[in-house]
């Protein structure tokens, strides 16, 4: 193709109307706030886009809860990005369903769990104040969670939490203060477990475990309790210093009744020993003389004390046959 001719341009600029000169003209003079305008259209168009994505986190679903056409409400957003330029006109809630947990205590450690809701008071069959530390592990079924969400609303506090507060109360009345915080506490968790289970079930929450921290008496009861306890261990240490001193006294006179005993049987038996020897020395008397009396035994043993050098006889008396005493002194 041959080259456009001098004349040929001058002719196509000659051929633009006015209204495009004009305009041509405009944009030139304004050229600042065309820019301007432009990024203006830009901004906006990001903006919409932007607010056209819906981020549902791991762990959640999204739920429309308002949307202009009322068959989307409790349309289901799975985890992801989702861009839709017509959620700019719904409201979305990400409701978690998995694992989770809320506490009812007086401090919440874990900062995963839902905010601390406090103990919950109740009363104990004997008219006791008491409070109770608690917390529920729960998780929703993902199937479940929009129609939880649209026939429940705020299933936390619309439910959950007035299932929570109200089964202590109504287990705790059929025990006494002092057994709820003692021996009967594992029966009042077990209780309590099993209720809240089988009631957030039928609202299809799903309760995974209940566990009881404490169970906390009222101030002035409590140190009662701590008071008689102290007095308790005391009367035990009194009883067992009163029993070791009983054992101590038996034993010093159980002791004493040993030393007569022993002291009486050994007599006995040096005079048991004695009889023995004199019976004995009897029956040897006895074979020479059938006859033989104690007299015989008598007169044995003064002979005997006679010959016994370390003997302490000095007299003897002897009588002759007519009764008359005759002493013999026999110190040399």
Request: contains cysteine.
């Amino acid at each position: 193709m041959e080259p456009k001719k001098a004349n040929e341009i001058g002719a196509e600029k000659k051929s633009e109307t006015p209204k495009q000169k004009k305009f041509l003209r405009l944009v030139w003079e304004h050229k600042a706030a065309t820019t301007i305008f432009v990024i203006v259209i830009l901004l906006i168009s990001l903006i919409i886009c932007m607010a056209s994505i819906w981020v549902v986190p791991a762990g959640y679903k999204g739920v429309i809860t308002s949307a202009p056409d009322q068959n989307q409400i409790g349309t289901v957003l799975d985890e992801g990005w989702h861009l839709n330029p017509y959620y700019l006109m719904c409201h979305i809630e990400n409701i978690r369903y998995n694992t989770q947990s809320v506490e009812f205590s007086v401090t919440v450690s874990d900062p995963d769990v839902m905010s601390n809701l406090g103990p919950v008071n109740v009363r104990s069959k004997d008219n006791l104040e008491l409070d109770v530390d608690f917390s529920i592990t729960f998780h929703l079924p993902a199937d479940m969670v929009s129609h939880i969400r649209v026939t429940y609303g705020d299933y936390q506090h619309s439910i959950l939490q007035q299932v929570a507060r109200s089964i202590p109360r109504d287990v705790a009345s059929f025990y006494n203060g002092l057994d709820l915080a003692g021996p009967m506490r594992s029966e009042f968790e077990g209780q309590v477990t099993d209720n809240i289970t089988s009631t957030l079930e039928e609202y299809d929450i799903i309760v995974e475990m209940v566990n009881i921290r404490a169970i906390n008496l009222p101030d002035d009861v409590d140190q009662a309790v701590q008071e008689k306890k102290i007095a308790e261990q005391q009367l035990i240490a009194a009883n067992y210093t009163a029993q070791k001193y009983i054992v101590l006294a038996q034993g010093q006179a159980n002791a004493a009744v040993i030393n007569a005993t022993g002291f009486a049987q050994a007599t006995i038996i040096k005079a048991n020993g004695s009889a023995q020897a004199i019976d004995l020395i009897m029956g040897i008397i006895r074979t020479y003389d059938t006859n033989a009396t104690i007299d015989a035994y008598l007169t044995q043993q003064f002979i005997t004390a006679l010959n016994d050098p370390n003997s302490n006889i000095q007299y003897v008396i002897l009588y002759d046959g007519n009764g008359v005493p005759v002493i013999i002194d026999l110190t040399p």
